[in-house]
Structure formats: structure tokens, C-alpha cells
């Protein structure tokens, strides 16, 4: 599959916008589907729904078959040791409120701490805070360089005899720095702290490896990877699953109940109560083809190519300012402009049909310490050209023109 010419695998793309043609720069926040997706949901509530995991009737098995195919597929991308590693949720946000509440059940205690950075989105922090309360648990956080990167060394800094859990983003949905999360591991592992990765803005820009990466726990958002909304992944090495309770309690997780005991199912089903999101599931093997068609290292180097040109054009355009220039960057340019509001900004340039994000991305502690309330943020995905960053650039120029900047 060519990647220069991924647009008209993308429906939405035929679609004008404002009487524009659609400029999306919006990927961080959840990309586009291609047809092949679409259709495969079509396809499944049309020709072969059933759940899953429960009837012997032939659609029944044929649904768990191919709801168990994906568990394999995601396996293989993100070359997990072992399939039932792979748990299906909600979304990231779920996958870390599981990892959050499930540990803390079993290894936390009054005094311990979690060590997060300053990057982390809310959805791997909010879990954690509630810890404070019903836990008396501590948060510390490792704080950013001058180059809106995270080092080694401000990790270190905060890590105490108390820390209990280091739970970090792979790459900023801010400032697009990628963390080195191998050497984080490899130094949490020395002092016995398991390690938790949120995936969400890496799963769709980087080659994944659990067992190279040796991290504990990866959470994953599947509607960022060109699959459907409601699905996320948390991978989690067998000796942490076995070893946590459950989250949630429900049909499909059980192994026996009796009115005064009940034992749960073996993995993964222990942590996948109640009816799943089948059909999203099962589409998102498709999603998972796509991105293998494509070939990893092909998107690595067209994202590549576009963020160093996203990059030198808005630099190149006064009075726009790029927050972060981390060491290592994914295909992430957030921005201000001196006395343009970003929500103006982001309104003036969806006339033009290009649509970006403005806000804080969830990201408060990190605006916080840059000292703003919000900004811009065009983010790329396998779609994007040199085209939509020409329009992008073009599209900021009407936007100071019309506040006489
Ligand atoms: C860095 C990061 N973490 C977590 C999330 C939450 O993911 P989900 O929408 O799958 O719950 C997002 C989504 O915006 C994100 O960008």
C-alpha cells in the first residue's frame, strides 16, 4: 500500500468541509478510519453478529474465533510473549484506571508513591489521584528540561525508597517528545518499581516491542490507530495479571460462583467483564492490516519527513511559537500566537477547512508550567501531506492578518 496516496483509502476525505477541501490535523486527538474498517463493522453486524465467549451456535464460535484473531494480531504488533497478555477495555483511559485501581488493591499502602512526569495527560493522572485519597498515596512528578523532555536524570531525581510505581507517557501529546522508556525500565527495574507506559500517541507513530521495551504495563487507544472508538488495549506482563483481582465483576469473568464463593476465569477473560465491545474488536484487526500493509517503518519516515517540513515552515512564520524541541520528537507541533486566543485560532482556521485542536489537551500540569492556559496543536497521521502543512501555514497566515498580526 502506497502512503503517498493513503487519502482515498479515508472516505471522510471526499467530504468538503466549509466548502473546503478537509485539512485533519487532529490525529493526536483521534485519527480518521479507512473504508476497510468501516465495512468490516458493516459486514460483521450484518452477516455474522453474535457475542462472544458464551453460545455454541455457529456464529457464536465463529465471533470468538475472530474476537481471539485480533487478540493474536495485537500480540504480534506489539510482539507480546503471550496472547492472553492482551486485554481489550474501553479505551487508554479505562486500561489505566484498571492498572491504577487493581495495583493499588493488592501492593499500596498509606506513604507509597507513584512517580508520573509532568507531560502525563489526565487520563494518567486522575487514576492515580484518586489514590490520595482512598489510599493515602503520594504523587510525585518528574519535571520537564528546557526542551520540553523528560531525562533519565529528572527521573532518578524523584524516584524514593517509597516509590511504588512509575507510570509515564511514551511520547507527549504536547510537545511530542518520546521518552526513553527501555532505559526508564531498565533503572526502575534495578530498584524493584515496575514500570506503566501510556501508548496512546506512540502505538500509531513507532515500532512497539513489549519484550524489548521490558516495561510492566502499556496502555493503548485503538481509536488513535485508525480503528473504532471504544476500544483500548492494555498490554500487561502474565506474572502482573495473574497475580492482580479483578476489575470488574460480571459475566464472562468467572469460573465458578457459589452462594458463598466464586472463582474467576483464567486470563484474559479475568479482566474482560461482561459483554465487550465485539464488533470494534473484531474491526480492529483491520486497523492492525492497514498499519502492517503500510509497513511501520514507512510511516516512521513519511511522519518524519513532515514534521522536519511542519517544523521549518512554522518556524519560519514569525510570531508563531513551537512549544518543546525534545531530543526525540513524534508528529506532534503544538503552538501559540502572541495575542491570538488558540480556540481563535483553531475557529479561524476550520473555516478554512483545516482542523486542529486548541485547549490544553488535558495536559493542565504541563500548560501550567509552561505558563499557559492553552494552545494550538496540529498532529499528523499516515494521511497528511506537504500539502495540508502548506494549507495549515496558509490558513494561520489569514488568521493574523484578521488580528493584524
Ligand atoms: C497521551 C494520552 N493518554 C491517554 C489518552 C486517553 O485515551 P482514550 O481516549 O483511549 O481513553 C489520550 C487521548 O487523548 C492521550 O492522548
Not at 470468538?64 to 493474536?72: H, V
Not at 493515602?136 to 520537564?144: D, Y
Request: aromatic share 8%.
Amino acid at each position: 500500500m502506497n502512503i503517498d496516496n493513503i487519502k482515498k483509502e479515508f472516505p471522510i476525505f471526499s467530504n468538503k468541509i466549509h466548502n473546503n477541501d478537509l485539512v485533519y490535523l487532529d490525529s493526536a486527538n483521534s485519527s480518521q478510519k479507512p473504508l476497510v474498517v468501516v465495512n468490516r463493522i458493516y459486514d460483521f453486524y450484518t452477516k455474522e453478529f453474535s457475542n462472544v465467549g458464551r453460545s455454541v451456535h455457529y456464529l457464536s464460535v465463529a465471533a470468538t474465533n475472530l474476537y481471539e484473531k485480533t487478540r493474536s494480531s495485537v500480540q504480534k504488533y506489539l510482539n507480546a510473549k503471550d496472547k492472553n497478555e492482551i486485554v481489550f477495555t474501553k479505551g487508554a483511559t479505562e486500561a489505566i484506571n484498571l492498572v491504577a485501581s487493581t495495583f493499588s488493591q493488592e501492593f499500596l499502602q498509606e506513604g507509597d508513591e507513584i512517580l508520573l512526569t509532568e507531560l502525563e495527560h489526565h487520563s494518567n493522572y486522575v487514576p492515580w489521584h484518586y489514590l490520595r485519597k482512598s489510599k493515602g498515596v503520594k504523587i510525585n512528578f518528574a519535571e520537564i528540561d528546557e526542551h520540553g523532555d523528560i531525562s533519565i536524570e529528572n527521573i532518578e531525581k524523584k524516584i524514593t525508597p517509597n516509590t511504588k510505581m512509575i507510570a509515564i507517557t511514551h511520547l507527549s501529546n504536547v510537545t511530542g517528545a518520546i521518552l526513553p522508556i527501555k532505559e526508564i525500565t531498565q533503572l526502575a527495574h534495578s530498584k524493584g518499581i515496575p514500570v506503566m507506559v501510556d501508548g496512546c500517541q506512540s502505538a500509531p507513530h513507532m515500532k512497539l516491542d513489549m519484550q524489548d521495551l521490558d516495561c510492566d504495563f502499556y496502555a493503548i487507544s485503538c481509536h488513535k490507530m485508525y480503528g473504532p472508538t471504544g476500544l483500548g488495549i492494555l498490554y500487561a506482563k502474565k506474572k502482573w495479571l495473574d497475580n492482580l483481582p479483578p476489575y470488574q465483576g460480571g459475566g464472562g469473568m468467572i469460573n465458578e460462583v457459589k452462594k458463598n464463593d466464586i472463582s474467576y476465569s483464567e486470563l484474559p477473560n479475568k479482566f474482560e467483564a461482561g459483554t465487550m465491545a465485539t464488533a470494534q474488536v473484531i474491526a480492529f484487526d483491520e486497523s492492525i492490516n492497514f498499519l502492517n500493509k503500510i509497513g511501520i517503518d514507512n510511516i516512521i519516515s513519511h511522519e518524519k519527513k513532515l514534521l522536519d517540513y511542519g517544523e521549518e515552515i512554522l518556524r519560519k512564520n514569525n510570531s508563531v511559537k513551537l512549544i518543546g524541541n525534545p531530543q526525540k520528537k513524534g508528529a506532534v507541533l503544538s503552538f501559540t500566537i502572541d495575542g491570538i486566543h488558540p480556540h481563535d485560532i483553531a475557529t479561524i482556521l476550520d473555516e478554512d477547512g483545516v482542523a486542529i485542536r486548541a485547549g490544553h489537551h488535558c495536559c493542565q500540569i504541563l500548560h501550567d508550567k509552561l505558563g499557559l492556559t492553552a494552545s494550538a496543536r496540529a498532529s499528523l497521521g499516515v494521511y497528511n501531506n506537504k500539502d495540508d502543512l502548506d494549507k495549515l501555514n496558509e490558513s494561520i497566515n489569514n488568521c493574523k492578518k484578521i488580528f493584524n498580526k
